[in-house]
Every structure is written in structure tokens, then in C-alpha cells.
């Protein structure tokens, strides 16, 4: 039961940091997931940053531990979800290079947004006058 809940956590995880890093997208959809999306986009770059581990991190570990088998060995979501998450030989460099990417990703993201929503506002006059 505990390993199950660990690998549910593993998904869990790894789909945040998947919206952390894309999630800006859903805004073309659903504008109201900025206020979802950019706190999540903050903590991740924060995270990174400040070279801290993700409070589900210790939790992982700790429901591996109660079901009996050490931390992330054995099934699938360990083998292929694990090592995008927590890829071996990271070091400080590495954890500020992720967090410029987190920024730099969701900088396009929120631009392209910002540029679709302000286009679309222009009044088709407003093309037309000459400075």
C-alpha cells in the first residue's frame, strides 16, 4: 500500500513539474489558470534556486521506507519517472540552469499570452492612423 502511494506521489510530482514548466499554455485556454500557474512557476524557480528539495521529496521517501524497499528502486515509475525528476549528478549549477529554464520557458509562454490577448484588442481602426 505504502509503495503504491509513493508511486502515486512520483506521478503526482512529476505532473507538477511538467505544469510548472508548461502550465502557461493552459492559460490560451483557461486565462483564469494564471493565478494557479504562476505561484507553482515561482516555487519551482525558487526551489531551484535556492537549491532546497521539494517538501514531496522526504514524503516520497518516507512512504518508500514504510512499505518496506528503499527509495526509488525497482518499478516502473521509479525507473523512468525518477531520473527526469531528480537527474543524477545534480549539482548547484544544474539546479540554477533549471531554474533560469523554468523562468525563461514561462517568460515566452506569458509573453506569446500577453501578445494574443493585446492583438486582439486593437480595434481595426486603430490600424489604419498614420503618426
Wanted: charged content about 10%; aromatic content about 14%.
Amino acid at each position: 500500500m505504502y509503495s503504491l502511494l509513493a508511486d502515486a506521489l512520483i506521478i503526482i510530482h512529476f505532473l507538477f513539474i511538467l505544469f510548472v514548466v508548461t502550465g502557461g499554455l493552459l492559460i490560451l485556454r483557461w486565462p483564469q489558470m494564471v493565478w494557479l500557474h504562476l505561484p507553482a512557476a515561482c516555487w519551482g524557480a525558487f526551489i531551484e534556486f535556492a537549491g532546497w528539495i521539494c517538501p514531496l521529496t522526504p514524503l516520497e521517501n518516507h512512504l518508500r521506507r514504510l512499505g518496506g524497499e528503499a527509495p526509488y528502486t525497482g518499478d516502473f515509475v521509479v525507473q523512468y519517472l525518477i531520473p527526469v525528476i531528480y537527474p543524477a549528478g545534480l549539482s548547484a549549477l544544474t539546479q540554477y540552469i533549471l531554474g533560469g529554464l523554468v523562468i525563461a520557458v514561462n517568460l515566452l509562454i506569458y509573453g506569446y499570452v500577453l501578445y494574443r490577448r493585446f492583438s486582439r484588442k486593437v480595434p481595426s481602426s486603430m490600424t489604419d492612423i498614420k503618426l
